[in-house]
C-alpha cells in the first residue's frame, strides 16, 4: 500500500545528522505539501541521559488531534532506532490514512537496517516511558521456546497490537452492539478504493478482543486461483480483491472489486462463538468498507471452503449470458 508520498531531500539530511550525532535524541517528522518533511530534532537530556529520561520531552510535542512520525535513538547497538507513527483517533480521518499508509515508506526510504522497530501509536500515553517498556512487555510474550507455546504467542501478539498502538474505530450496528475496526484495516480499504497497493485485503476477528484486523499478506494475486491460496483453509475470512476480469467470449474488461466471505468447516473446533462472530458482523465490515473507505463492490460470494472459489463461477457471475426465452408449454396429462 502507497501513498505516492516521497522523503524530502531536507529530510535525507537530518537523518544522516541523527546517524552521526550521538548528542541527539531523535527527529519528529510530518507530511507537508506531499512530501515527508522534518519538524525538529531532539536533543539528549544530557551526556548521561537514559532512553526513559529523553523520552518524557515528547509530551510537548504530541498533539491529540495531529499526527506525527517520531524517530527515536533507543538501542546501544545497531539499529538504534524505532519509528514511531503517532496517529490520535481525534486527528481527520484523511491524516489518519495518509499517515498510516505512508509510514512504510518513510523508514525504506530512510534505511530500514537503521531501524529495529516500527510501532503505531493512537495515544500519547504509549510514547512515555511506562508505554514503551508496557509495550515491550508485550514484545517478550513472542519468543515462545514449543509449538503450543508459538500458538499462543501469536494470539498474546493480537492482544497487545489491539491494546498498545493498532488503533480502532467502532463500527455501530445498533443501541447494544458494536464492533471496533483495526486502524490499519480501514487504511488497506481506503487504498483498495484508491486502486492502490497489492489489490487484496484480508479481514479477521480477534475471538478475544473482538476486533476485527488486518491479515499480514504480501501476495498480489491477479487471478481467482492465486487468490484462493492466500485465503485461509482453517480460519473464517473477510476478503476484498480488485480484479481485473475479462469476458470469456470478449469484450471491454472489467476492473471491480469482488468480497469473499469464507467459513471453512474446521473453524468449528474454535468454538460457536468464533464461527458466530463471522456472519454476525458481515454487514458491518460491508458497511464501513462501502461508508468510510470508499469501496464499490461489485459482487458478494459467500462460501464454506476457499476451494469452491474458482475461475469459472466468479466470471459467470460478472457476465451472465442471456438466457433464451422459450414460449410456455402446457405441460401433458399422466398418460399420454
Known amino acids: 500500500m502507497q501513498s505516492g508520498i516521497s522523503a524530502s531531500q531536507e529530510l535525507v539530511s537530518q537523518f544522516n545528522t541523527l546517524l552521526a550525532d550521538n548528542s541527539l535524541f531523535g ?3 510530518t507530511i507537508s505539501s506531499e512530501s515527508l518533511t522534518p519538524l525538529s530534532t531532539l536533543p539528549r537530556s544530557s551526556s548521561s541521559s537514559d532512553f526513559s529520561t529523553d523520552v518524557a520531552q515528547l509530551a510537548s510535542h504530541l498533539k491529540p488531534d495531529e499526527p506525527l512520525y517520531v524517530l527515536l535513538r533507543r538501542y546501544d547497538s545497531a539499529p538504534y532506532f524505532v519509528a514511531v507513527t503517532y496517529v490520535p483517533d481525534a486527528a481527520k480521518v484523511r491524516q489518519k490514512m495518509l499517515f498510516a499508509s505512508t509510514r512504510l515508506t518513510l523508514v525504506r526510504e530512510l534505511g530500514s537496517e537503521h531501524f529495529r522497530e516500527t510501532i503505531f501509536a493512537t495515544m500519547a500515553n504509549e510514547l512515555s516511558a511506562a508505554g514503551f517498556e508496557k509495550h515491550d512487555k508485550h514484545v517478550e510474550l513472542e ?4 509449538e503450543e507455546e508459538r500458538t499462543l504467542g501469536e494470539v498474546k501478539r493480537a492482544e497487545a497490537e489491539a491494546g498498545a498502538g493498532t488503533g480502532v474505530r467502532e463500527i455501530h450496528l445498533s443501541k447494544t452492539m458494536n464492533m471496533p475496526i483495526a486502524t490499519d484495516a480501514l487504511v488497506s480499504l481506503s487504498a483498495l478504493a484508491r486502486e492502490e497497493g497489492s489489490g487484496l485485503v484480508m479481514l479477521k476477528i480477534n475471538p478475544e478482543t473482538e476486533v476485527i484486523e488486518l491479515v499480514p499478506d504480501s501476495s498480489s494475486p491477479s487471478t481467482i486461483t492465486e487468490l484462493v491460496e492466500t485465503i485461509s483453509s482453517t480460519e473464517p475470512r473477510f476478503t476484498f480483491f480488485r480484479y481485473k476480469a475479462t469476458p470469456p467470449r470478449g469484450g471491454d474488461e472489467k476492473n471491480v472489486v469482488l468480497f469473499f466471505y469464507t467459513c471453512p468447516a474446521t473453524a468449528a473446533t474454535k468454538g460457536i462463538k468464533f464461527r458466530m462472530l463471522y456472519p454476525l458482523m458481515k454487514r458491518a465490515v460491508l458497511d464501513v468498507a ?6 464499490q463492490i461489485e459482487k458478494k460470494f459467500e462460501v464454506e471452503e476457499p476451494s469452491e472459489i474458482t475461475e469459472q463461477s466468479v466470471t459467470s457471475d460478472l457476465f451472465p449470458e442471456a438466457e433464451a ?6 405441460p401433458k396429462r399422466p398418460g399420454r
Open 27 to 29: 527527529l519528529l517528522v
Open 143 to 146: 519468543a515462545p521456546l514449543t
Open 290 to 295: 462501502k461508508s468510510e473507505a470508499g469501496l
Open 325 to 330: 426465452r422459450t414460449a410456455f408449454r402446457r
